[in-house]
């Protein structure tokens, strides 16, 4: 059985994938004779080139993914070793944790209902303070620049970041390295990031990978709060994909080529980035520098931290506020009145959409963690991890833009009338579940000190004995965190649900993206709910059962 | 009435079709009975624009009717763009499904009309003038329920509603006689009032019928744009529409360095008081969106004297519908003197009919003239004349030499 795990997972990631690229790259040349495209061509470069901002489009998708993603790791980098093993932390972890519930477009309304001109802080502060007594004209969300986009990308990515940070310490000992830093004269920051950060980084550096190329390449923030003269790249691709006129079509699988490079890119520059902090670090280290005056740098990572906490629940509340709100016009803080109506109109359009997104969700993470599991312990039997390569594999769904290969993905499964189907669907989802759950599941598995199950075979236990009774238990709680992890990427997909399920699966992220479009901030408050409750509550499970399991097991809890 | 020869014809058509290809047979309207017996426990998949949840309830509603009257399944498939639908029609002809599409309905109109219609991906021949409502229909009063956009319909796509481009104010903050009278006036008020204007940013439909709109008011032969674009000198034609944007866009709101993203979003603008002057597509917007509660009740409409935009929207089912018979039952309902009446009520929808008021029976007569179009509705002797859509490849050239021009402002 387990040794087909690893067959399987790589026909479940790859199959699609290169059927969806091969529809992307062919007509990417000018291939695809269904309508018209018989033999290749440069044309659809040509005329990708000749797009108006081209350049532009590409450089602001790069630049708003490396900076967000620098800030995230720097920020949970300095939260870690600033805090960790303090009360603060814990408190903040626990107001930060739920944040990763959040899907992106949720978390992007909700910031973008705190900072807009007619936003909460400017209703808070008008008019006695800014004399406001209409909203000001200034371009603050879609700002040319993308800093409202880098904000969400922040907010978002931050708390992923840091759980998995965390589902990794108990592989690297921050609490016992804390003494020997401390007794070698260092401030804790300074220390801890000197002598745990880098075997930390080096067990969540598939995740940040992750989250450069999901920043570098996503549509559902960059729609909401990005630039729009002209979008990020990937926006401008789905425009394109969507086009009536469907010679656009190749002009979109050009495009998607040069977004795989902006990634590629993106990577490359951060590996670069990765050595030079490396080599500072090591200066650092030699020099003898001990960062003992870090009050600042304590204070401004707490700071950062409790503020993507503040800000996206801050926003989330108002978001539900909304959803109650009756007439509410600037600047009144709060509404002149409060009505049900919105969620009394509502509720009964909800339940299909909640009952695909459960079954969807449901089923393709726990397909994926079943398969992850099935091949790490095949890989722990074997002792080959397959390398490089099998990585790579993993990776492919996370670095190729959604759109360009769903196309493609689309077409064969139109042609085997598979469309439209469950089936269809929770192996779509899987194309993205199962790497995130992989990702997130793989270097605290690997991480794992093998010598408890060397011990459990010294007194006579089988394999399967050991996986059940010593693995499986410590590894509960990166299990758990994986599948809500799986749960949350499964809940947020828009374009596969959209384009495979041919819009008749409407889920609850696809309804808030279609009723997003409107701008009706109430019912945007519903869907956004509703879109926050259902991972959180994965989430609260990830969380409450291992405490629970092993309250009586302190090692394995805090570790 | 020369409709009985069409009739005629449809039906030999059909006829002689169905006895060449008896295992093909496709649903006739012309034997309605037939089609109701068809539809009955079918699903129609209608992909429809999801943006409005008044418009979503709507259709809900409909879908609650039909379910209980018919036997037909309607599931709303909420689309952020109508080329999507289009965009998957040709993906299924260019994977070889020639039956069991995924999409049985589409609210259509214009440029999609016109590709559907152009690459043969419609539903065919003439089915809905062949619906037992059509007998409903204006067709004599409303010229674009047989032409839309230029594009002659020939019974491939089903009237469902009238749109006409309707300006909105905030009455509280200005006065209604102080508001522009024309795109000219418009570009004078806006560069006084810096800020307070914008349009949704083309291609969002109602953004690219703003330039329609400014075009038609400043282009000097209007016959012009009846004509296909490439059969004309567009820099030449456009000119004037162009350095009418050059001058307006400094004085929008923020500086022309975003634009909302569609018209309800320039709604919730107005009502936080962000911009002083919106339009839509729909007279009674305004007066739905006070119903609603989500605008003012100061909020009034107004139009141009020398006239605006106007067309008319649709419903058309592709060529690989898979419950045709279906979506014919649910195309003739929404022709039907109650739905219609419904749609046109503000507290639903405040959509304008496409039937002709003397064609209907007393009842349904006075079911219209019950309806209260709402505080901020002009009468329809109020709002003047209509402007008729150019050929549909100015909305797509308009579109591409706008990105040009203003797609990178930063």
Redesign the interface.
Known sequence: MLRFAPTFAIAILCLPLLAGTAGTLLPAFGY?P??GGDRLTLAPFAALLAE??LF?SALTALATGLVSTFLSVAIVALFVCGWYGTRTFATLQHLVAPLLAVPHAAAAFALAFMIA??GFVARLLSPWATGW???P???IV???MGLALVAGLVVKEVPFLLLVTLAAIPQSPVMAALPLVRSLGHGRTLGLLLAVWPGLYRQIRLAVFAVIAYATSNVDMAVILG????PTLPVRLV?W??????SR?FVACAGALVQIGVTAVALLLWIILERLTAAIGSAIADRGLRGQRERAVRFASGVAMALAATVVFGGLALLALWSVA??W??PDAWPQ?L?I?TWE??L??VAAPLANTLSIAGLSTVLSVIIVLACLQRENETGRTGGNRALLLVYLPLLVPQIGFL?GL???L??G?W??SLGALVLVHMVFVLPYVFLSLTAPWRAFDRRYEAIAIGLGASPSRVFWAIRLPMMLRAVLVATAVGFAVSVGQYLPT?LVG???F?TIT??A???G???????IGVYAFLQLALPFLAFAVASAVPALLFRNRRAIQAA | MNLRPILAAALSACLTSALSAPAFAEPDPANWEAVLAEAKGQTVYWNAWGGSTQINDYIAWVGDTLRERHDVRLVHVKLEDTATAVATVVAEKAAGRETGGSIDLIWINGENFASLKRQSLLFSPGWATSLPNWAFVDVENKPTITTDFTIPTEGLESPWGMAKLVFFHDSARTQTASMPKSAAELLQWAAANPGRFSYPQPPDFVGSSFLKQVLAETVTDPSVLQQPVESVDFAAVTAPLFAYLDQLHPHLWRQAKAFPKDYPSMSQLLADGELEITFAFNPAEASNQIAGGLLPDTIRSFTFPGGTLSNTHFVAIPFNANAKAGALVVADFLLSPEAQARKQDPGVWGDPTVLAMDKLNEADRAAFDALDLGIATLAPAELGPALAEPHPSWMTMLETEWAKRYGVAN
């Open positions: 695809l269904a309508i108006p901002g532009r001109p007619s007594d209409r909203p004209d200034l371009l879609n700002d040319a630039p729009t003269l002209p425009g994909m969507n086009d009536a006129d469907l079509r009756g007439l016009s600037f009145s009505t109506r109109k509502s009964p359009s196309f689309q077409l064969l139109v042609s009338g469309d439209a959209l041919a819009g008749r409407p696809t309804e993206v279609a009723l479009a409107g701008g009706n901030r109430r019912v």
